[in-house]
Antibody, heavy 115, light 110 residues
Framework: QVELVQSGGELKTPGASARVSCQPS????????INWVRQAPGQGLEWMGW????????NIAQKFLGRLTLTTDTSTATIYMDLTRLTSDDTAVYYC????????WGQGSFVLVSS | QSALAQPASVSGSPGQSITIACIGS?????????VSWFQQYPGKVPKLIVY???KRPSGVSNRFSGSKSGNTASLTISGLQADDEADYYC??????????FGGGTKVTVL
């Protein structure tokens, strides 16, 4: 069965960077694109970006340009999300979700930005 | 990219039908048949309940139905049940592998 397993939560200080990983299983890794979505406490879902694992092409939401990098490691079939220059506004649960219909989601990774 | 517009809350009595609108633009909802709807319980992962505007994943109740007219997508929940009480989000493809979510709608079963 399809699963997307994410890395654990992190505590970061303002100005630091956060890395969240997403490791899909149950299907051929390169077949489908992956979205990154976040949800701040008590808030709605926010689309951050997309990566096509087969070629590494990405599309980053305007809001995150210059701060968000999405990469893949095909040797371990893992997708990474790196967000830099963190502020308290980046405190959120970060999700990876598969395909253009976001059919399968990771379990979420909580990133807390606090001094 | 502006968020899709959803009502903040919708309520209904058990057995009734409710409809949640998701208003986009010609750049997203109006141009693509790629609107998804998600159900989310507090503290849980969003669950896909409708995709490509009107299709249901396997295992999703047929009480959930989606439609689209112009720049507006809609989710209808018929035969409202207590466990339908949750947050619902729409999401539309907006071209070039970009997406936009609605602000979410809290459904309350009276």
């Amino acid at each position: 069965q399809v699963e997307l397993v994410q890395s654990g939560g992190e505590l970061k200080t303002p100005g630091a960077s956060a890395r969240v990983s997403c490791q899909p299983s149950g299907y051929t890794f390169n077949t489908y694109g992956i979205n990154w979505v976040r949800q701040a406490p008590g808030q709605g879902l926010e689309w951050m970006g997309w990566i096509t694992p087969s070629n590494g092409n990405t599309n980053i939401a305007q809001k995150f340009l210059g701060r968000l990098t999405l990469t893949t490691d095909t040797s371990t079939a893992t997708i990474y999300m790196d967000l830099t220059r963190l502020t308290s506004d980046d405190t959120a649960v970060y999700y990876c979700a598969r395909t253009q219909v976001l059919d399968y989601w990771g379990q979420g990774s909580f990133v807390l930005v606090s001094s | 990219q502006s968020a899709l517009a959803q009502p903040a809350s919708v309520s209904g009595s058990p057995g009734q039908s409710i409809t949640i609108a998701c208003i986009g633009s010609s750049g997203d909802v109006g141009s693509y048949n790629l609107v998804s709807w998600f159900q989310q319980y507090p503290g849980k992962v969003p669950k896909l309940i409708v995709y490509e505007g009107h299709k249901r994943p396997s295992g999703v109740s047929n009480r959930f139905s989606g439609s689209k007219s112009g720049n507006t997508a809609s989710l209808t929940i018929s035969g409202l049940q207590a466990d339908d009480e949750a947050d619902y989000y729409c999401c539309s493809y907006a071209g070039s592998n970009s997406f936009v979510f609605g602000g979410g709608t809290k459904v309350t079963v009276l």
